[in-house]
């Protein structure tokens, strides 16, 4: 009983310190809502600093975090990712917060038209926990870029790398919030009249992030998660698929939203594929430094999954035997055939378990993919011309790598994002910028008087000009 009271009044007290710390942010916004160019790279370049400054420290924290961290993972796939993006937007900010020149057409000369991106107001953002520092810092960044306020709420399964980030978001005091919590503690942040909302995690979250900041007409970023296919036609170079699938498999063990989930192979080079590809697992145990599974209640999920498939039918090899699994040393392994209805062909993977399939052609391949969901990332392998145009086309992701995988996401020029049931909205490049803005249209007209009494006066003969002009 007195732990509910306690555990009552910490989340009365988050839902003040929301709501205290939003009012304050949009008063801190109207009271400069446009901050000047030199504000925003000031602001930039203090955040770039305080990482670079504070960099052991995060590696440190992450791998605290973690059951285990490799500092490459945090090092290669959070940190640098960060700083590059930054670097990115304090190349391009000042040619993105210029004016637009518009045509006003002749029927409206002498008039002036422009488009400028202007500050959204106060942005809230969510992150999840398996790029702790780059999920939550770059989205952020983006949207101090763009002259807004910030409110972030942090991932309960990070708490060392959160006390480290609120550390770094001290140089930014004024404009941006950190708020700390689990589920309550987010429902009530996306309950928030925000001017934007940012949410990356799951598509089960993103669906009661999006009803509740409907509530309010929140603009929303969905980011989500999903299954991205891996394609292999019969001319791929196998030895790079493998080497490929390895390496993405084992970033982050898999807890990434664009790793691969499930393999569509060509029935020309199935057998050949799996066996090699046993061998690329097995070999890969070895190596040191690997991250393991956020903790062990995300292993066992990941093992109820294979558990399932191989109940209906599939085949699972284990580079690491079921029994000894456990989330500092999970293995790779290959779940082999698996039904579409197993869960795990229905459920995000994330992790390092990879479905194989057999397919007889490209349309095959297509169809299955249109059955799992529109994913966030689709990997073809095949130098085939014909193939890349149709899959590039005629099948819906929210982005495609053509005989590679994953590096996309780390190009700060190139929009990321999902379609369909893996998100809605980008960032990255100036697309991240301009979700944070709000394109005004301005029309700009002299004092001079001389259409408007032409227009009061004349309004008639106008009428019948541009009927004819437009209506004949
Ligand atoms: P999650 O959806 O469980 O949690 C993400 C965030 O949402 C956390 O901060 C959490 O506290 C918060 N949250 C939980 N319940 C909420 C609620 N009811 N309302 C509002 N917020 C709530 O995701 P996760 O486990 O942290 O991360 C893994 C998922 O994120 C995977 O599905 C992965 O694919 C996805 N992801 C997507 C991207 C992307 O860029 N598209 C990147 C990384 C991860």
New binding site residues.
């Given amino acids: 009983m007195l732990v509910g009271v306690n555990e009552g009044r910490v989340a009365v007290a988050h839902n003040l310190t929301i709501k205290n710390s939003l009012i304050t942010l949009k008063a801190a916004y109207l009271s400069g809502p446009y901050p000047s160019h030199e504000a925003r790279q000031r602001q930039l370049n203090r955040l770039r600093l305080a990482i670079i400054e504070n960099k052991s420290r995060l590696i440190g924290a992450a791998k605290t975090d973690f059951s285990v961290r490799s500092e490459h993972d945090t090092v290669l796939a959070d940190v640098i990712p960060t700083i590059s993006h930054i670097n990115y937007l304090s190349k391009h900010l000042r040619e993105w917060m210029k004016p637009e020149k518009r045509s006003s057409g002749l029927e409206f000369f002498p008039s002036k038209v422009l488009s400028e991106y202007v500050p959204k107001g106060v942005v809230g953002i969510?992150?999840?926990?398996?790029?702790p520092i780059q999920?939550a810092l770059v989205p952020l960044a983006t949207a101090i870029a763009a002259g807004n306020k910030v409110m972030i709420?942090?991932?309960?399964?990070t708490p060392a790398v959160n006390a480290v980030i609120k550390d770094v978001l001290a140089v930014l005091k004024g404009d941006c919030v950190v708020i700390e919590?689990?589920?309550d503690?987010?429902?009530e942040?996306?309950h928030q009249a925000f001017d934007h909302l940012f949410?990356?995690?799951?598509?089960?979250?993103?669906k009661?992030?999006y009803t509740?900041a409907a509530q309010n007409l929140v603009p929303v970023t969905l980011?989500?998660?999903?299954k991205s296919p891996l394609i292999v036609l019969e001319d791929a170079n196998i030895e790079k698929v493998l080497l490929d699938i390895v390496f993405a498999k084992n970033m982050n063990a898999g807890q990434?939203?664009?790793a691969p989930d499930y393999v569509l192979v060509h029935e020309a080079i199935y057998d050949e594929f799996i066996k090699k590809l046993k061998l690329q697992f097995l070999k890969s145990n070895t190596r040191a430094l690997k991250t393991g599974i956020l903790n062990e209640a995300h292993a066992q999920r990941l093992k109820n999954l294979m558990v399932d498939a191989q109940d209906r039918g599939a085949k699972i090899y284990h580079s690491v035997e079921l029994e000894s699994i456990h989330s500092k040393e999970f293995g790779t392994h290959m779940v082999i055939d698996p039904p579409l209805d197993a869960r795990i062909m229905q459920e995000?993977v994330?992790g390092p378990v990879l479905n194989i399939i057999k397919v007889q052609s490209i349309a095959h391949a297509k169809m299955t993919v249109q059955e799992l969901g529109t994913p966030?990332a689709c990997y073809l392998y095949t130098n085939c011309q014909i193939a890349q145009n149709d899959i590039r086309q005629n099948l819906q992701s929210g982005a495609l790598c053509i005989n590679d995988m994953l590096f996309h996401v780390a190009v700060p020029d190139l929009p990321?994002?999902?379609v369909g049931s893996?998100?809605f909205g980008n960032y990255h490049g100036k697309e991240g910028f301009v979700t944070f803005s709000h394109c005004k249209s301005i029309f700009q007209s002299s004092n001079n008087i001389w259409r408007s009494k032409l227009f009061s006066k004349y309004s008639h003969v106008i009428q019948r000009i541009l009927t004819r002009l437009y209506l004949r």
């Fill in positions: 969510i992150a999840p926990w398996n790029y999920l709420k942090l991932s309960e399964y919590g689990g589920p503690v987010a429902t942040f996306s949410f990356t995690g799951s598509t089960e979250v993103g009661k992030v509740a980011e989500l998660g999903g990434v939203c664009v995000e994330f966030l990321f994002g999902g893996s998100g």
